[in-house]
DNA sequence: CCGCTAGCTGGTAACGCTATCAATATATCG
DNA sequence: CGATATATTGATAGCGTTACCAGCTAGCGG
């Protein structure tokens, strides 16, 4: 009565033409397991104990094994499509957003739309709209979208489960994956003060995402607590962008008493204040420290490399489009799924754009608590 | 004997859920022939009677039967995976590059894996291999990666159909898509021959990739066609990072005699010749003209807008991928598929970083023609 | 009229995955 | 502590198609 069972052993002509990819029996054979048990690790199901699905998942990784979308599709489950939908985040930024969740989805092997978007209301929910018609199950947010009440209220209408990405804090309205951009912004203040900075200028994100205002808080706190009386004028309007980081940088460069550190709401415009200094005939960091936060390519792409906080994103990625499949595979049975607020570890990054003030030069001393 | 092909009939429980579409066992129950025979009428195959093809025929069109894609490609090895190797070009290419990929890729429902790798000999083979394994059908090749010899190599020893993106020249050992890059370089120097510069600077591209080579050779034609007599001074090696196109601005523009405008060969380094001309004191363009190549986002997200030239790169991928499907189909069945070379247009799009020059200043005056 | 080659046609076995349900392990409870 | 719930895993059976090969039907030379 074994009869039946045996595919697995020696005995195989395997007549058919061989290709190479690696199947799910493959894996299920690595990891001791069944190839229902794999299947069921990787389309996210919930009943596996944790020890079996890191073995699964290991071998998954070991094996580089993707799904084979025909046969998922012919054995009845239905591919799932997900909406990305993007407007002008820096170019660094989505580079690496877009790598995690191409890389997700080969494995979960799940078909990703890419969709841009106009920066206007109309233009935003048109985005959504379209996503919808093409058949999208649940729609990912990249910032700065992850933010727009557009986008948020379209999507609330059709019910679509939705993950944000890096917005500063967790909404109901839909999942999201970030990082405590509060605690980070503290932290690298931490960090300046530590190398002795007492006059540090702060070049703020686009006012209407919730991350500039968490790490302007953060960098607020730490200063309060270190007991630094903070000067207003030290505070400058950006708007995460590489054009708006020099206006930010210029305006900060030429006040009377200017600061021996600026701190930037993200890489692009600490990346703009080192061109600025530079031009200024300042040397960073000798007469200026530059930090910067994400962590994005333009980081180590300048001279010096930024000091920044480093955010996972292709990580984040990742772990966006997990979420998004399993709320929409809860969405699918249960009909309701709540939101879950992801947080992922973020880490400071010293490199060369910061050190210890260089006081004497044309530098007031500054007046220390 | 006929016991074991009863499937067919009234017993069929038919547990799972019953999707509506018409299979090839319908058609060939109608047609009272095999649903093998069906197969073969469907594809065209030879060996049918004529009235067995038609019977066949009539029953496909009276069931408005239409073949399962997922279990033909399933059953005939139909595997539309294709890997995409990508090492470490700028962020912004990668995204748009990835963009028009994607969005082809959902249109003709194929499946891309990304894979990255280190600059290194053995880490590029490793990346094929890995592909490889996976299950790649063909490859797409961005630059830089596009001319590694070691790549190139491991692909030519699989046989599988590549597609280079972006390289200057068209060698056999693969399809490409690219602009005729020496075509744009003289475009682009007799713009600014136009505008009156006759002390250009040219920062070169990686020595290793063609592309770099054919822009060169543009732009010291166009100077040659014009008579002038280029002062070798003013050649200066990049590697098409932003951190290269620093180091070689500076070089440019602390030249005695220098430039009265930098031709960068990409837009990467012209933006960071940019920065260095603000750092100095330089206007952009009123005392230094300053063009790129590529007109990838950062040309547009600093200040002033680099003029360039334009390179589709999103439609470039989705050519790419089109072309590799087809390589892919014609492999399969023929085996051997000649490479082609598409060329796509580019454009020379005039922005702000480019003017006639200022004469008088601190400038000698240039030894014109 | 027989043995044979060709030409058609059909049977069988995958392709790689998941739905379903049975079996087993673990937890809960009176 | 046995028994009943619950969580986890595995076995089996297809999903719709094509590859491969065996069988059958004609057509043909001798």
Redesign the interface.
């Known amino acids: 009565m074994a009869r039946t069972t045996e595919p697995l052993d020696s005995k195989k002509p395997s007549s058919?033409?061989q290709?190479?990819?690696?199947t799910i029996l493959d894996v299920a054979r690595r990891a001791g397991v069944s190839p229902m048990t794999v299947s069921r690790v990787v389309n996210g199901e919930k009943n596996v104990r944790p020890a079996t699905r890191a073995a699964v998942l290991a071998a998954v990784k070991a094996?580089?094994?993707?799904p084979?979308?025909?046969?998922r599709?012919?054995a009845?489950a239905e591919a799932a499509?997900i909406g990305l939908i993007y407007s002008?985040p820096?170019?660094?930024y989505?580079?690496?957003f877009?790598?995690g969740a191409?890389?997700e989805a080969?494995r979960t092997?799940v078909?990703?739309?890419?969709e841009?978007c106009e920066a206007t209301s109309a233009g935003e929910r048109g985005a959504v709209r379209k996503l919808l018609a093409s058949g999208a199950a649940g729609v990912i947010l990249p910032p700065p979208l992850c933010e727009s009440h557009d986008v948020l209220d379209e999507l609330k209408i059709t019910g679509l489960p939705t993950v944000a990405v890096a917005t500063g804090r967790f909404g109901k309205e839909a999942s999201c994956v970030r990082i405590n951009d509060y605690a980070a912004a503290r932290e690298m203040t931490n960090y300046l003060l530590g190398l002795g900075h007492r006059r540090i200028g702060f070049i703020k994100g686009h006012p209407n995402q919730t991350a500039s205002i968490e790490r302007e808080k953060g960098f607020l706190s730490a200063l309060a607590e270190a007991g630094i009386k903070h000067d207003p004028v030290l505070m400058v309007q950006g708007y995460f962008?590489?054009?708006s980081g020099?206006d930010a940088a210029e305006t900060l460069l030429t006040l009377k008493q200017f600061p021996t550190a600026i701190f930037a709401a993200n890489d692009?415009m600490a990346a703009a204040a080192v061109?600025?200094a530079?031009?200024?005939?300042l040397d960073v960091p000798r007469d200026l420290s530059v930090v910067g936060f994400d962590d994005?390519?333009?980081a180590t792409?300048?001279?010096p490399e930024l000091t920044t906080i480093r955010q996972p994103i292709t990580a984040m990625a990742e772990i966006a489009l997990d979420l998004i499949v399993q709320a929409i595979r809860t969405h699918k049975r249960n009909g309701e799924a709540k939101s879950v607020d992801h947080l992922v570890t973020y880490s400071l990054i010293k490199r060369g754009s910061a050190a210890p003030p260089n006081l004497p030069k044309t530098q007031p001393k500054p007046a220390a608590e």
């Open positions: 058919r033409k290709r190479g990819a690696t094996l580089s094994y993707s084979n979308p025909a046969a599709s012919l009845g499509r002008n820096s170019a660094a989505l580079t690496e877009l790598v191409l890389d080969s092997s078909q990703i739309m890419l841009k962008s590489y054009r020099l692009d061109s600025v530079h031009r200024k005939g994005t390519s333009i792409n300048i001279w």
